[in-house]
């Protein structure tokens, strides 16, 4: 299964943009890069997903290198409500066309005011 | 829609007990997914359901016991409890449709377990 490197911290200032990296240097070519957050103790929240081509929706935007070894979320205009652990995960497709999607620790993103 | 329940939101369990987790979903879903989260660590998925009557194991499914008999309900057991199932325990859903399409996995709430 592809694996994710992710620092374990970051801050941010309110206001500015927040950029995520993670490193997934073993990705196959049909593997989809997915991130999800998690604020305090509630379930994950999914983000955004992408395979090659950047990224954009209404929370975030996603960058993956040509290479696809690695990736960044941006989020714009980062506010105190995103404070999170987020997580960058390769999918791994299961039996019956499902995803068993492989969490790691994540970045715990503190935003300060 | 409510999205993803779970029942329990906490619950304290002595070793050897028994229980079940409930876990619904009304977005008629046809993928459910049971994770567990230790103190500080990511998500480790237990078992999954791709309808009712198919389940499999995830990486960690030791332990633990499901069904899925409709489509909207997927309870996870827990037969002997023990102090390494101490968790919190997140329930999930997701739909894929004839074309494939890429899954987005629901989250429910989850609940707390502590097994003493």
């Known amino acids: 299964d592809a694996k994710t490197t992710q620092p374990p911290s970051m801050d941010c200032a309110e206001g500015r943009a927040a950029n995520l990296p993670c490193n997934h240097s073993?990705?196959?070519?049909?593997?989809?890069v997915y991130w999800y957050r998690q604020i305090h103790s509630q379930g994950p929240q999914y983000i955004i997903h992408?395979?090659?081509n950047n990224e954009t929706n209404e929370m975030a935007s996603l960058i993956i290198t040509e290479d696809r070894k690695s990736s960044t979320l941006i989020l714009p205009h980062a506010t105190l409500r995103d404070t999170a652990v987020y997580y960058c995960i390769v999918r791994v497709e299961a039996l019956w066309n499902t995803d068993k999607l492989i969490f790691g620790t994540g970045t715990r993103l503190q935003v300060f005011p | 829609n409510a999205g993803v329940t779970q029942t329990p939101k906490f619950r304290i369990l002595k070793i050897g007990q028994s229980m079940t987790l409930q876990c619904t979903q009304d977005?008629?879903?046809?993928?459910m997914y049971w994770y567990r989260q230790d103190p500080g660590m990511g998500l480790k998925l237990i078992y999954y359901s791709v309808g009712a009557g198919i389940t499999d194991k995830g990486e960690v499914p030791n332990g633990y016991n499901v069904s899925r008999s409709t489509t909207e309900d997927f309870p996870l057991r827990l037969e002997l409890a023990a102090p390494s199932q101490t968790s919190v325990y997140f329930c999930?859903?997701?739909?894929?449709?004839?074309?494939?399409?890429?899954?987005?996995?629901?989250f429910g709430p989850g609940t707390r377990l502590t097994v003493t």
């Open positions: 999930a859903s997701s739909y894929r449709g004839l074309a494939g399409e890429i899954l987005v996995q629901y």
């Open positions: 977005m008629n879903h046809n993928y």
């Open positions: 992408g395979l090659k």
């Open positions: 073993t990705i196959s070519g049909n593997e989809y």
